[in-house]
T-cell receptor, first 110, second 116 residues
Framework: EDKVVQSPLSLVVHEGDTVTLNCSYE??????LLWYKQEKKAPTFLFML????IEKKSGRLSSILDKKELFSILNITATQTGDSAVYLC??????????FGAGTILRVKS | GAVVSQHPSRVICKSGTSVKIECRSL??????MFWYRQFPKQSLMLMAT?????????EQGVEKDKFLINHASLTLSTLTVTSAHPEDSSFYIC????????????FGSGTRLTVV
């Protein structure tokens, strides 16, 4: 059975801190790994990763994939209160299906 | 580009009634759409995959007679929760395959269903 595990389940930080969110997976027929940010409604796309070792960056957010060790991390530097959300990791498998992890609830305190 | 509109955003219905949720791709054609369910503080669970013009493929454990999916056009898929019960109360989200945009999947804004 395909499985995606995220850690930690939740964390609370102060503005300005740097956080690292983890995502490990065990799936057959891996195609890509995606990160989403969810604030009460629909997930919004952050990154798609298909190759190991290539960092994707967007502002204060960055992510990298290790296909040998089967994990990915999402880094957020200089956190702001607007970063408070649930961060979802999903693995796309053949058949165009997304398998989601349980998410990490991030709360940034001012 | 690649916008998916989902309606209604919130619905309350009585036990035993049916509720229809619509998912539309506004500026692209979506041959494949996906329906997810999300319980509080849990992740998205894929319920079914709907392909335009053919029957939906349901995930294991999802009752197809209870959750009717219709994908009659390239821009519209509907999910009907039939004979709703309080345990069907949940957040339902659709997504559509959007090609290379946004990682390949665009999500609707979700529907909060409460069955009383």
């Amino acid at each position: 059975e395909d499985k995606v595990v995220q850690s930690p389940l939740s964390l609370v930080v102060h503005e300005g801190d740097t956080v690292t969110l983890n995502c490990s997976y065990e799936v057959t027929n891996f195609r890509s790994l995606l990160w989403y940010k969810q604030e009460k409604k629909a997930p919004t796309f952050l990154f798609m990763l298909t190759s190991s070792g290539i960092e994707k960056k967007s502002g204060r957010l960055s992510s990298i994939l290790d296909k040998k060790e089967l994990f990915s991390i999402l880094n957020i530097t200089a956190t702001q209160t607007g970063d408070s959300a649930v961060y979802l990791c999903a693995v796309e498998v053949y058949g165009n299906k997304l398998v989601f992890g349980a998410g990490t609830i991030l709360r940034v305190k001012s | 580009g690649a916008v998916v509109s989902q309606h209604p955003s919130r619905v309350i219905c009585k036990s035993g009634t049916s509720v229809k949720i619509e998912c539309r791709s506004l500026d692209f054609q979506a041959t494949t759409m996906f329906w997810y369910r999300q319980f509080p503080k849990q992740s998205l669970m894929l319920m079914a995959t709907s392909n335009e013009g053919s029957k939906a493929t349901y995930e294991q454990g999802v009752e197809k007679d209870k959750f009717l999916i219709n994908h009659a056009s390239l821009t519209l898929s509907t999910l009907t929760v039939t004979s709703a019960h309080p345990e069907d109360s949940s957040f339902y989200i659709c997504s559509a395959s959007s090609g290379p945009l946004l990682g390949g999947y665009t999500f609707g804004s979700g529907t909060r269903l409460t069955v009383v």
